[in-house]
């Protein structure tokens, strides 16, 4: 049915070079930048309620994690969405463990109640989001991705956000469409915040003024891509890291075309 | 006299991969993160007042860490203590540089009364936490460890934490015993926060339940071994920190139990 | 004209391993700390404002950035940089995006009021700083470092400072004199926060009591050998930051001496 030209959306970023403004957790912060970096976006940090709007307002996406909460930092994730969304700008919702606590749940309902353009999250986290689970234990999914997948289908639908699961294979869907991205490499979860970064360059691609849909699968296509090259050159979680950062950063049309797993079908 | 099945406490860690709730600091957030996951941990950081009580009640161990602290993290770390201790969840309080001002004095002290499980510092901090040393400059150590010894027996004695004190060669003491700790590499003070992460991989230890002078040794053993390890494959501290991740990520029961260099006596 | 003994310089940061406290971002808090560390210098990280005159006593440099400002953070940056003039201790700003919102203006304004030592930033920075410029998208220069130069020399001999613009090729100027560093390799602007990182490299070398002038040519000559060096063996910007870390730390005074590319003429 439905195809996505990747090498064109991979080519548009790097072009480009949009600014992603995030309000992330301090775990991910320095990993985040490495990766938007790498992937050829421009990352600038900022969380201080006084100037989140005027960074909103500068960037081509934003994006909005709620790995290492605390009550002002959601006040000035809210203002940043409220000012993204004034100026048209996309920006993505990362709902880091957000059924472990009541502090992150209300902060879920409170930023998803703001209409993302994407949701990316794990199993258990789009789950406790949908309220059909309930969340994992800290940061790590304790639900497989395909039992995540009637989560996300109805997440999307009520919310009107494409919604990205990412795992072992990652699903994205806007409640129409479903896309499976395989790919990837098995000690990705064990370098952390990975996924956090990944929800950057979800906003690089949506930030480039692609259908979000076809912004996030293509984002979530590159990383695979890139992660499994990367396994080729790991002996562990530190090279992999190193080496994850070379492959995104050398990741061509033509690799990404040739080796992206992508698989698109109606959502039911 | 004592000995320590050090095998047996890596496989149980492996095994039940357990939850490790850390309040530490900006610095070492990314380090620990990643330390934890290598050694088959799983790690959370939270730090916001409203939700540690609930973090420290779903994690196996909780890890305490003043490295950055302010009077609003200083609060929430009391929080989390008190919510350990109700859980009957061991936690680890990690002293950074707790002789250099007086907002650190005071941290250590108030966090101090509330009983950790384990204390795990340089000789500098253990010595000012034991009030027998003015403290080191910034974070790293100005004495020897050796000279701890002394102090880490009556740290031990007074407060009934589990006190280890981390350098060339480390001790870990609970007021009747010592171990000694050789190993590791003399690059590893030339990694940022390699001690802090350590303190998580003390929690994860202390998390499957063993008895907790025997679950610190083992830590400290797995830790020391690793580093041995990725020394020989390190030109600099950058290869190290990479190489460190790896080492402790393929560290398995019969290379611990083969270089661990690990002496226990009465401690006098 | 001038001549500065590079390997004197960085002999004496080596053999006096001064302490240097950063109130930094946090991106960069992480690489900064292990930046210091290779490079022979002792890092201290400590933001409270219950803490950091007690810091900034102790400490023989200290760096202000303003990377990931909030209001809070720009009160304990003005207390250190107070405490660091009381005591007599050199201090330097990194006015990072200091254009970007009117939270960085005033920032900027108010720590340029309380005379730092040095000023570290890019093209875009220095230029906002100047009053020449509109500043840059996020943290990266949308200016050539060559553009910077009239700005340089005009806040140099307004506020005092020496000003160092980093970029292909850096400057520094005291009002009098230019010297243009050149070297680093193409893949630094990739690595996030090395830029930062280098603020804390500047103070490290303002700490050991040489000219100030001198100190941050003799720490930017520096920083671009270990990046030449690191570049030679780097394919991507994760194994740069790697080899970066571990030319740093192996950099020997025949080495800098010998591939240091220096130019220093009057200021016009």
New interface residues.
Partial sequence: MHTIDLAHHLGRVRETRP?V?NIT???????M??VL??HGA???????R??VG??AA??GAVTLNI?????DWVNAMEDAARAATDAGTPWVLDPV?VG?????REAGARLLALSPTAVRGNASEIMALAEQGRGG????STDTTEAAERAAVVLARRTGAVVAVTGETDLVTDGKRLARVAGGHALM?????LGCALTGVVGAHLAIGEEPFDACVAALASYAVAGSIAGEHA?????F???????L??LDANTLTARAQLEITHAT
């Fill in positions: 600014l403004h957790n301090h775990v991910a912060m320095n990993t930048a490495n970096l790498a421009s990352p600038a940090m900022a969380h201080a006084e100037e005027e960074f500068l960037a790995g290492t909460l605390s009550p463990a472990a606590t009541a502090l992150r234990q800290g940061v790590d979860p064990l370098v952390t915040t002996s562990g979680p530190g090279s890291a190193v080496a994850f950062l070379d492959a950063h050398a």
